[in-house]
């Protein structure tokens, strides 16, 4: 990643215009995957983020190794969950090393960020274990709140980067095809298709409605179903075989 990913720690805090929406995500997808997944493996996560997921999966992996290339996001992470038991390594992924194998790699809103999807994607192929599971969240530009902008002409190209994207570093968004055709592309065979946040309003709207919180998981639990309509997009890969 060429980007100087320190440049970007400001939209990792509760003042980042898009907060809200960060918060019900990525306090949603790791509780959803821990219901995939057995606690008992061993996990491989790329990038601290938020710190929402590093922080919950660290409670729940028998064993997890989180990858970061920003001494900023580390040492902001290391102060809000000083109990954190997730070994942090600092490195960009494409110069992650590593002799271990895992049996989960969580790539959560990562794609996004990196210069070259595919060079990620094959390179992490080799750390996971036979039989392993990778899942790969990415932003939804065919989201159901940008599908209703572009019908209303707000939103002439809905692949287009918008000012909260560019805060937070993204490079690109994807399409449930798009995600699709770049793991196939990589070798992974795509094994489950699920939404994260069916959200129909933009987020000052929904921010104003003070929504309870049965009605915000009421949003995510129906996402699950329409990953082509939800804010973003959680697939499960798998290494293809020949």
Known sequence: MNNKLDDFIEAYGEGFNYAYDNNIMLNWYPQRLMELCSNTGKLLELGIGH??????????????VVIDGSVSVIEQFRKQYPDSSAKIVESYFENFESDSKFDLIVMGFVLEHVDDPQ?????????????????VLVPNGESLHRRFGHAAGLLDDMMALGKGDLELGHRRL???ESLTNELNQAGYQVVRKEGLFLKPLTTP???????N????????????????LSCALLFEAEIETP
């Open 119 to 135: 060079i990620v994607l094959r390179r992490f192929k080799d750390f996971l274990a036979p039989g392993g599971r990778c899942f």
């Open 51 to 64: 710190g929402f997921s590093t922080n919950r999966f660290s409670q729940y992996f028998s064993e997890h």
């Open 205 to 211: 709207q929904l921010k104003s409605l003070n929504l």
């Open 174 to 176: 994807y399409s449930s």
């Open 213 to 228: 919180e049965a009605i915000i998981k009421a949003m995510c639990t129906v996402g699950i179903e329409y990953p082509e």
